[in-house]
């Protein structure tokens, strides 16, 4: 990191702090060669995954509305928001370490599925019917009894 004083390439760091929840972190420098000080911000590089709908249509992966769906599946079911935001937090992390920059949305959809499945038999069920989009009534109920 350059100074801007002086343009000498070399500084420490004498103060660090991490700001909006350790995504931004603050450094305070001092200029080894004209010990003056300045500040730099690190911020993580995040490039936006794209999710590819049924239509092939890109659109870029939106973790609120990912949770949205999931807490409506959920609703009036004994699932936590901490759980919701597990699952949420799951995926996000699944994806990152894919290290693409495009997945199917009906790749989410099972992702979200199977992690449903674990966690409340009827909120998987509202999901799946809704992310499936079952064709007709014996392929969903064949999905039931699988449950069991
Ligand atoms: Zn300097």
Do not use: W
Request: charged share 35%; aromatic share 6%; net charge positive.
């Amino acid at each position: 990191m350059r100074c801007p004083f002086c343009g000498f390439t070399q500084s420490k760091v004498v103060d660090s702090r991490s700001k909006s929840e350790g995504r931004v972190i603050r450094r305070r420098r001092e200029c080894l060669s004209c010990l003056r000080r300045f500040t730099t911000k690190e911020y993580i590089e995040e490039s936006p995954i794209l999710v590819i709908k049924s239509d092939l249509r890109r659109e870029a992966f939106n973790r609120k509305k990912l949770k949205q769906g999931i807490m409506r599946s959920c609703a009036k079911r004994p699932v936590s928001v901490e759980q919701i935001d597990a699952v949420v937090g799951q995926i996000e992390n699944n994806l990152k370490d894919r290290s693409v920059d495009e997945v199917p949305s009906k790749d989410i959809g099972s992702m979200v599925m199977k992690l449903l499945k674990q966690l409340d038999h009827i909120a998987y069920v509202r999901f799946a019917s809704v992310y499936r989009n079952f064709q007709d009534k014996e392929e969903f109920l064949a999905e039931l009894q699988d449950l069991n």
